[in-house]
C-alpha cells in the first residue's frame, strides 16, 4: 500500500512538475501587476510595506497560479483542439475587455513597477553669488508625487515652512537618493538675477541660470520596458486572460444545465398580477419619488431652465404661443405653465412636473420588462429609479426630464406592435390585421413621435427617437417574407419615403452630423469604466461588466424564445454607435441621457443573467441564499452616496450632469440695492435669472455670450445712459478677458466679484460713480 501511494505521489509530481516554472513567473508577475496597477496609489515607492505586500502577492500568486493552471490542464483535456482554441479566443477578448472596463486605474499615472525602478542620485549646490537667505527651493516633485524635505540632506540649507532656504551660500549641498519615475521637477524662486545652481544626477553636472524670481528645472529619465506603463498594463490584461479563461472554461463544462435554466427563466410565460408585486412596484415609484422630489430647490436653476422656466411664467401671463420659446413647448413649458397655475411661479413648482413624469416613466419601463420576465422587470426598476444619470436630470426644467415617460412607452408600443404581427408575414394576404382595433390604434400611436419631432418640435433633441424607429423597423422586416414579390413591392415604396425624409432631416442637421464615420470614443467614458454618472461609480465595475457581457450573450442565444432582449440591446448599440461614430459636435451629458434608458434595462438583464449563473452553478436552492446572493450583487454594484448626490448636493459644479448651476445670491442681493430706474443690463447668465424673477426692474435686458465680441457691448453702452454689465467666470475665461477689458471705457467703472459674477456699471454723467466694491470682492 505504502509503494502504491508513494509511487502514485512520484508520478503525481512528475505530471505535474512542468507547471512550477510557469506557477512562478505568473505568481512574481500577479505581484508586480499588483504593486504597479494599485499599490503604487497606496504606498510610497521605496516604503518596506510596499515590498513586503509585492512579496507575499507574488508568493500567493505562486501557489494560486499552480492549482489554478492544474485545473485548467485536466479540465480542458478531453476538449478537441478547435474548442481550445475557441476558448482560449473568447478568453483574450473578454480578459481584455473585463480589464479595461472593470478597471480605471490605467486612465491615470503613474504606472510603475516601483520595486524595479531604478534609482538615481540628485545633488544640487548653489555659486556663491548667492546672497544668503535670497534662494529657495519652493517645490521638489517627481512622477510618483511630491518629494518630502526630509527625505533631502542638507548642508548650507535651513527649512523654514515648505521651502529649503539657502542659508551658506560658499559651502551646500542638497543630496536625494531615490525613485523618481519618468520625470523630476525642481522650482527655484531667488530675489536676486544672475545666480547659477549646478545640478548633477549620478555624477553628471549641468549648470543651469535663476532668473530674479521662479525657475523651473525639468529632468527626464529614459525607464526599463520592465518597469514601465505598458509593462504594467500587459501584466494586467494576462492576468484577466487567464482568469477568464478559467472561467470560460467552468462555463462551457456547465453550458447544458446553464443553457436549460436560462432558457426556462426566459421562456417562461408571464405570471398573473399579485399584490405583492403591485405592492413592490409601488414601493419603487416611491422610492423614486423621493429620490427626485426632495431638496428641489438646492441648486439654482441650470443656464437651459431658465428658457423653459421664462417661457412658461409668460404664457401665464398672456403672451401667445407662438411669441414664447418654442423648443420642447409642449413636451415641457406648457405642463410647467399648468403646475404654476396651480402652485405659484416657484422653482420647485416648475421641477416638481418633471420629477413626476420621470417616475411614471417607471409603468412602461415595467410593463415592457414583464415581457421578459418578473425579475428582470424589477432589478430594471430598482436600477431606474437609482440611477444617478437619470435622478439628475429628473430634477431639471428640460425635456430630458420628461424623454424616459415618452420613449419607453413608444418601445412598449413597439413591442407590442411586432409581436402582434404574424411570421412570415405578407402583405396583399394579411392587410386586415391592421385595421384591428390594437395593431390600428399602435401604429398611429407609433407614427405619431416621428411627426412630433420633424415637425412639431423640430428644435428639441427629441429627434433622436428616430434612432428607435431604425431598430424597429428591421424587427419588422424580419417579420416579412421577403420571397413574396408584393412584399418587396410594397417595402421598396415605404422605403424610398424613408430614405427621402432621412436624407432631408440630415441635410437640416449637417451642421451636427457627419456623413462619413469618425471615431469618437469619448461617448464610452459615461459607461466604463468609472463614470460618476453610473450607479457602480467607485463600485466594483467588474460585476457589472461581467454582467453586461453575459446580458449581450443570452440577448443573442434566446432571440428566437424572446426578441425583447435583442431588441433592447439593438437600440443600446444604434444610439451609442450613432454618438460615437456620426455626431459631428460633441456635446454634453444630457444628449447621452436617451442612451442610458437603454443600457438601464441591458445592465438588468445582465445582472439577471449572473445571479441565474451563480444559482446554478453553485446549486442554491434556499430562497434565502439566492435573497442574500442578489443583495451581494447589488451592494457591488449600487453606490448609495453617488445616488444620493444629485438630491443633497449643493455644489454649483454638478459632477453628474456637468452643468454649472450659478448661484445669484450675492449678485442679486447686490443688484437689488443699486439698480436704479432705467438702467439696462448686459449678462450672461444673470439676465436670464432676473427676468425669471422678475426684479429688479431693468429697462432693457441684452443676452451676450463668451463669443460676442467687446465691440458690441460697448455698443449698447454708447447707446444708453446707464446700466450694469454682469457676466460670470466661466464665459469671462472662455472669451480669454480680464476685469481690465471691460473697465476704463465710457465711465465704466468694475464694481466686484459676487460669488462668480463680476459686475461694471456705467453712467454716462460726471457726478454720478460706482464705490468699488460693495457686497462683493474687489479685483
Given at each position: 500500500m505504502n509503494k502504491d501511494f508513494l509511487k502514485y505521489s512520484q508520478l503525481n509530481v512528475e505530471r505535474n512538475a512542468w507547471l512550477f516554472i510557469p506557477s512562478v513567473i505568473l505568481g512574481v508577475g500577479f505581484g508586480l501587476f499588483l504593486n504597479g496597477y494599485w499599490l503604487i496609489d497606496k504606498f510610497p515607492a521605496e516604503s518596506r510595506q510596499l515590498l513586503f505586500i509585492t512579496t507575499l502577492a507574488s508568493l500567493l500568486g505562486v501557489a494560486g497560479y499552480f492549482l489554478l493552471l492544474r485545473w485548467i490542464r485536466d479540465h480542458s483535456r478531453l476538449f478537441p483542439m478547435a474548442q481550445r482554441l475557441g476558448l482560449i479566443g473568447v478568453s483574450v477578448l473578454t480578459g481584455a475587455i473585463v480589464f479595461f472596463a472593470g478597471?480605471?486605474?490605467?486612465?491615470?499615472?503613474?504606472?510603475?513597477?516601483?520595486?524595479?525602478?531604478?534609482?538615481?542620485?540628485?545633488?544640487?549646490?548653489?555659486?556663491?553669488?548667492?546672497?544668503?537667505?535670497?534662494?529657495?527651493?519652493?517645490?521638489?516633485?517627481?512622477?510618483?508625487?511630491?518629494?518630502?524635505?526630509?527625505?533631502?540632506?542638507t548642508k548650507g540649507w535651513k527649512r523654514q515652512g515648505d521651502q529649503l532656504v539657502l542659508q551658506n551660500p560658499t559651502d551646500n549641498m542638497l543630496s536625494w537618493t531615490g525613485k523618481p519615475g519618468e520625470m523630476i521637477q525642481l522650482i527655484f524662486h531667488s530675489t536676486v538675477r544672475g545666480g547659477k545652481a549646478i545640478i548633477s544626477w549620478d555624477g553628471q553636472e549641468e549648470t543651469i541660470n535663476l532668473s530674479s524670481e521662479r525657475t523651473t528645472y525639468t529632468h527626464s529619465f529614459q525607464l526599463p520596458f520592465y518597469a514601465g506603463r505598458v509593462f504594467v498594463l500587459l501584466l494586467g490584461i494576462l492576468n484577466f486572460v487567464i482568469l477568464s479563461l478559467a472561467f470560460s472554461l467552468f462555463i462551457w463544462e456547465k453550458r447544458e444545465t446553464l443553457v436549460e435554466t436560462v432558457g426556462q427563466s426566459f421562456a417562461r410565460t408571464t405570471v398573473r398580477w399579485d399584490s405583492p408585486e403591485v405592492i413592490l412596484v409601488l414601493g419603487v415609484m416611491v422610492l423614486a419619488l423621493l429620490l427626485r422630489v426632495f431638496n428641489l430647490g438646492n441648486l439654482y436653476p441650470a443656464v437651459d431652465e431658465y428658457y423653459q422656466l421664462i417661457a412658461a411664467k409668460q404664457i401665464l401671463q398672456g403672451a401667445a404661443l407662438g411669441s414664447v420659446y418654442q423648443r420642447s413647448l409642449w413636451l415641457v413649458t406648457l405642463p410647467v405653465a399648468a403646475a404654476m397655475r396651480l402652485f405659484g411661479t416657484e422653482l420647485w413648482v416648475a421641477r416638481s412636473v418633471g420629477v413626476l413624469f420621470n417616475v411614471l416613466a417607471l409603468v412602461p419601463l415595467y410593463l415592457l420588462m414583464r415581457k421578459i420576465n418578473r425579475a428582470v422587470a424589477v432589478i430594471s426598476a430598482l436600477?431606474?429609479?437609482?440611477?444617478p444619470w437619470i435622478i439628475t436630470f429628473a430634477r431639471v426644467v428640460r425635456e430630458y426630464a420628461y424623454y424616459p415617460f415618452y420613449f419607453y412607452w413608444i418601445i412598449f408600443a413597439m413591442v407590442v406592435f411586432i409581436e402582434g404581427m404574424p411570421d412570415g408575414f405578407v402583405v396583399l394576404r394579411d392587410w386586415k390585421i391592421f385595421f384591428k382595433t390594437r395593431m390600428g390604434l399602435l401604429g398611429l400611436a407609433l407614427i405619431l413621435p416621428?411627426?412630433?419631432?420633424?415637425?412639431?418640435?423640430?428644435?428639441?433633441?427629441?429627434?433622436?427617437?428616430?434612432?428607435?424607429?431604425?431598430?424597429?423597423?428591421?424587427?419588422?422586416?424580419?417579420?416579412?417574407?421577403?420571397?413574396?414579390?408584393?412584399?418587396?413591392?410594397?417595402?421598396?415604396?415605404?422605403?424610398?419615403?424613408?430614405?427621402?425624409?432621412?436624407?432631408?432631416?440630415?441635410?437640416?442637421?449637417?451642421?451636427?452630423?457627419?456623413?462619413?464615420?469618425?471615431?469618437?470614443?469619448?461617448?464610452?467614458q459615461y459607461f466604463f469604466p468609472n463614470?460618476?454618472?453610473?450607479?457602480?461609480?467607485?463600485?466594483?465595475?467588474?460585476?457589472?461588466?461581467?454582467?453586461?457581457?453575459?446580458?449581450?450573450?443570452?440577448?443573442?442565444?434566446?432571440?428566437?424564445?424572446?426578441?425583447?432582449?435583442?431588441?433592447l440591446l439593438s437600440e443600446y448599440a444604434i444610439y451609442l454607435g450613432f454618438f460615437i461614430f456620426l455626431s459631428k459636435t460633441f456635446f454634453h451629458t444630457r444628449h447621452l441621457?436617451?442612451?442610458?434608458?437603454?443600457?438601464?434595462?441591458?445592465?438588468?438583464?445582465?445582472?439577471?443573467?449572473?445571479?441565474?449563473?451563480?444559482?446554478?452553478?453553485?446549486?442554491?436552492?434556499?430562497?434565502?441564499?439566492?435573497?442574500?446572493?442578489?443583495?451581494?450583487?447589488?451592494?457591488?454594484?449600487?453606490?448609495?452616496?453617488?445616488?444620493?448626490?444629485?438630491?443633497?448636493?449643493?455644489?454649483?459644479?454638478?459632477?453628474?450632469?456637468?452643468?454649472?448651476?450659478?448661484?445669484?445670491?450675492?449678485?442679486?442681493?447686490?443688484?437689488?440695492?443699486?439698480?436704479?430706474?432705467?438702467?439696462?443690463?448686459?449678462?450672461?447668465?444673470?439676465?436670464?435669472?432676473?427676468?425669471?424673477?422678475?426684479?429688479?426692474?431693468?429697462?432693457?435686458?441684452?443676452?451676450?455670450?463668451?463669443?460676442?465680441?467687446?465691440?458690441?457691448?460697448?455698443?449698447?453702452?454708447?447707446?444708453?445712459?446707464?446700466?450694469?454689465?454682469?457676466?460670470?467666470?466661466?464665459?469671462?475665461?472662455?472669451?480669454?478677458?480680464?476685469?481690465?477689458?471691460?473697465?476704463?471705457?465710457?465711465?465704466?467703472?468694475?464694481?466686484?466679484?459676487?460669488?462668480?459674477?463680476?459686475?461694471?456699471?456705467?453712467?454716462?454723467?460726471?457726478?454720478?460713480?460706482?464705490?468699488?466694491?460693495?457686497?462683493?470682492?474687489?479685483?
Open positions: 478597471t480605471s486605474q490605467w486612465t491615470s499615472n503613474p504606472r510603475y513597477v516601483t520595486v524595479l525602478l531604478p534609482t538615481h542620485r540628485l545633488q544640487v549646490s548653489m555659486l556663491p553669488a548667492q546672497p544668503s537667505g535670497e534662494t529657495d527651493l519652493t517645490w521638489f516633485n517627481t512622477s510618483l508625487g511630491d518629494i518630502s524635505y526630509d527625505s533631502i540632506d436600477l431606474y429609479a437609482t440611477s416621428p411627426v412630433y419631432a420633424l415637425s412639431i418640435d423640430h428644435l428639441s433633441t427629441f429627434k433622436i427617437v428616430l434612432l428607435a424607429y431604425f431598430v424597429f423597423v428591421v424587427f419588422i422586416l424580419r417579420k416579412f417574407n421577403l420571397r413574396d414579390r408584393g412584399n418587396l413591392i410594397v417595402l421598396i415604396f415605404i422605403g424610398s419615403g424613408i430614405l427621402i425624409v432621412a436624407y432631408k432631416e440630415v441635410k437640416r442637421q449637417i451642421g451636427l452630423l457627419s456623413l462619413i464615420p469618425k471615431l469618437n470614443p469619448f461617448p464610452i463614470p460618476q454618472q453610473q450607479w457602480y461609480f467607485d463600485r466594483f465595475v467588474p460585476v457589472v461588466v461581467i454582467g453586461l457581457l453575459c446580458g449581450v450573450v443570452l440577448c443573442i442565444l434566446v432571440r428566437r424564445v424572446k426578441f425583447i432582449p435583442l431588441f441621457s436617451t442612451t442610458e434608458l437603454w443600457f438601464i434595462l441591458l445592465v438588468a438583464i445582465g445582472l439577471y443573467a449572473v445571479w441565474s449563473l451563480l444559482s446554478a452553478l453553485l446549486s442554491l436552492k434556499s430562497n434565502m441564499v439566492k435573497i442574500l446572493l442578489a443583495i451581494f450583487l447589488g451592494v457591488a454594484v449600487i453606490n448609495p452616496q453617488q445616488t444620493l448626490l444629485p438630491t443633497l448636493s449643493t455644489n454649483p459644479d454638478m459632477p453628474i450632469s456637468e452643468d454649472y448651476y450659478h448661484n445669484m445670491t450675492l449678485v442679486q442681493n447686490y443688484m437689488l440695492h443699486h439698480t436704479d430706474y432705467g438702467d439696462v443690463l448686459i449678462s450672461t447668465v444673470y439676465g436670464l435669472y432676473a427676468t425669471w424673477e422678475g426684479e429688479p426692474g431693468f429697462r432693457a435686458i441684452h443676452r451676450i455670450t463668451s463669443q460676442t465680441p467687446r465691440q458690441d457691448v460697448f455698443a449698447i453702452v454708447d447707446q444708453n445712459p446707464s446700466g450694469w454689465i454682469v457676466i460670470d467666470q466661466i464665459r469671462l475665461d472662455q472669451a480669454s478677458m480680464t476685469v481690465k477689458d471691460y473697465s476704463g471705457k465710457d465711465q465704466i467703472e468694475y464694481v466686484g466679484l459676487f460669488g462668480d459674477e463680476y459686475v461694471w456699471h456705467w453712467q454716462h454723467t460726471l457726478t454720478t460713480s460706482i464705490t468699488p466694491g460693495g457686497a462683493g470682492k474687489e479685483q
